[in-house]
């Protein structure tokens, strides 16, 4: 017995063909009983019981001839039974419906010398002939057919509580799935750190390790890498100065100073690798400050607009202040700007701060060639370029939206992108007010 409930409790598959196999015999033993109390019934009404028969003669005197039609309708309903009374001159029912066709019925055999039973579709039927008088007596039909939709109607209550535990008992048994699908929702989202919890012992629970299994592996390898890559970005840096300080001592021309771009660039995207690493999740580490938003954005944007012309800002009167971290805002604003006028075919570059629901709203907005729709999905992530024919003095590395975006993200606010293709594009960075 202990080897079987252990099994049952490891066996998800087990349990549920339990849960289906005890439904279906719970419902064939409700359609039984349904159907043989149904059945019982119907023999009651088909079968005139010994008491009636051996008491005909006392009912007939009660109802008395010429016939006492109250003592009649009094004797029908106390014995759920329906009388007809006829003669020559008159016929009288204590059922106006008439269910049986009592001129149809046919002779079976003799009770008492004026007495006889008939029948008529299998249901017997008590004839007495008396001064002139018939007399014709059957059950009613009124009990059957109540007592039949109780039996019903029963039925079908039982059946639906019956579902209703499955459907109860079957949605508890799937609640560990809901669980793993919220997970591994979590994981794809780059939650590495979040583990599915159980402490199921069936298929679900040895899910649940192997996904929790999954996401260790995942962390450990996306964390070597990382690791790894700021190694290797932290000691690119002695080469690349080593570099800066020989180029100082060639003479001037064009080879220096193309070669002081080259590895100004390589700088800088070691220093934008670098800083995509911090700004994750299990690296970020703020320096953060209040600020007046409004005036913090117009002062970077002033600086950006007397270098690169046709830029308009535009910031409330009543300032906020909010917490931040002012060289990584800084970056992500002149890198927003950066592309704005980049792409923006020398047309007005607007930006808009504005507060909503304790939040801080940066627009950026540019009115030039825009993005297509099938690149704006992924043109945050890492090393994506919308055309990759572009070189990188026009294009870049494809760093500066994947920075701004780890760069709100770590503000605990968002960069919503709009773009229409040949109309331009608006960047939008949303902030709340205190980290």
């Given amino acids: 017995m202990t080897t079987l409930v252990q099994y049952i409790r490891k066996s998800l598959f087990f349990r549920l063909l339990a849960i289906f196999g005890i439904t279906v015999v719970l419902f064939l033993i409700i359609i039984l009983i349904s159907l043989q109390s149904i059945g019982d019934d119907s023999e009651t009404i088909e079968t005139i019981p010994d008491y009636f028969t051996r008491h005909v003669e006392s009912i007939i005197e009660d109802i008395g001839t010429p016939p006492n039609l109250s003592n009649a309708m009094r004797l029908a309903s106390e014995l759920s039974w329906t009388i007809n009374i006829r003669n020559p001159i008159m016929e009288w029912s204590s ?5 049986l066709d009592v001129d149809s019925s046919e002779y079976q055999e003799s009770l008492t010398p004026d007495a006889e039973m008939r029948t008529i579709n299998g249901e017997d039927i ?3 002939e008396r001064d002139g008088y018939d007399f014709y007596m059957y ?3 009124q009990e059957e057919g109540l007592y039949n939709y ?17 459907y109860f008992m079957v949605n508890k048994m799937l609640n560990p799935v809901r669980l793993l699908k919220q997970g591994a929702e979590r994981i794809r989202q780059g939650d590495l750190s979040f583990r599915v919890k159980s402490n199921l012992q069936d298929e679900l629970g040895e899910l649940t390790e192997s996904i929790n299994h999954m996401a260790d592996s995942l962390q450990s390898m996306l964390e070597a890498k990382r690791q790894l890559l700021m190694a290797i970005s932290h000691e690119l840096r002695t080469p690349i100065t080593k570099a800066k300080l020989r180029m100082e001592f060639m003479p001037e021309s064009d080879e220096k100073e193309q070669l002081k771009e080259d590895i100004n660039e390589i700088d800088l995207l070691i220093s934008d690798l670098l800083e995509a690493e911090r700004l994750n999740n299990d690296h970020s580490a703020l320096v953060s400050e209040y600020v007046l938003l409004g005036n913090f954005v117009r002062s970077i944007t002033e600086s950006f607009k007397s270098n690169n012309g046709a830029i308009e800002i535009e910031t409330p009167v009543n300032d906020l202040e909010f917490e931040i971290d002012k060289l990584r805002i800084r970056l992500l604003i002149t890198n927003l700007l950066n592309n704005a006028v980049r792409h923006g075919k020398g047309n007005l570059v607007t930006v808009r701060v504005s507060f909503s629901s304790d939040r801080g709203i940066i627009e950026v907005k540019d009115n030039g060639e825009g993005i297509a729709e099938e690149h704006i999905s992924q043109i945050t992530e890492p090393f994506y370029r919308a055309d990759s024919a572009r070189q990188r003095n026009t294009g870049g590395f494809g760093l500066g939206l994947y920075l701004c975006r780890l760069i709100a993200q770590a503000h605990g606010g968002e960069m919503i992108i709009v773009s229409q293709e040949g109309q331009g594009t608006q960047i939008t960075v949303n902030l709340p007010r205190n980290l």
């Fill in 126 to 128: 008590i004839r007495v």
């Fill in 139 to 141: 059950r009613s039909a």
């Fill in 150 to 166: 109780f039996v019903l109607y029963t039925a079908l209550a039982l059946a639906a509580l019956i579902l209703f535990l499955n």
């Fill in 95 to 99: 059922d106006a419906q008439n269910r």
